[in-house]
């Protein structure tokens, strides 16, 4: 049974810092892209950070120089740590899994307020 389960979202202030975890189970995490989706109220879900099977990674432009994902193969856990939090980036975060099937967590909540 495959299973994306996200934790580290919550409230914040501007300016703030997060970490999201996504552990994975039921699949050969190694053998997959793995991602970072968000999706506010009223907007389609969009693309945030990739990380490769190699390790190489891309990012969407508004979160460029303040996310960063990360993978741990030994632990099948994929992480994106936020930095200088807008309110902006307000949104349900999604883990996804990318391969020959694409497997989504349930979301956290982020929420970017003062």
């Known amino acids: 049974q495959v299973q994306l389960v996200e934790s580290g979202g919550g409230l914040v202030q501007p300016g703030g810092s997060l970490r999201l975890s996504c552990a994975a189970s039921g699949f050969a995490f190694s053998w997959y892209h793995m991602a970072w989706y968000r999706q506010a109220p009223g907007k389609q879900r969009e693309l945030v950070a990739r990380?490769?099977?190699?390790?190489?990674?891309d990012y969407a432009d508004s979160v460029q120089g303040r996310f960063t994902i990360s993978r741990d193969n030994a632990k099948n856990t994929v992480y994106l740590q936020m930095n200088s939090l807008k309110p902006e980036d307000t949104a349900v975060y999604y883990c996804?899994?990318?391969?020959?099937?694409?497997?989504w967590g349930q979301g956290t909540q982020v929420t970017v307020s003062s």
């Open positions: 996804s899994a990318l391969g020959g099937t694409v497997f």
């Open positions: 990380v490769r099977t190699t390790g190489t990674t």
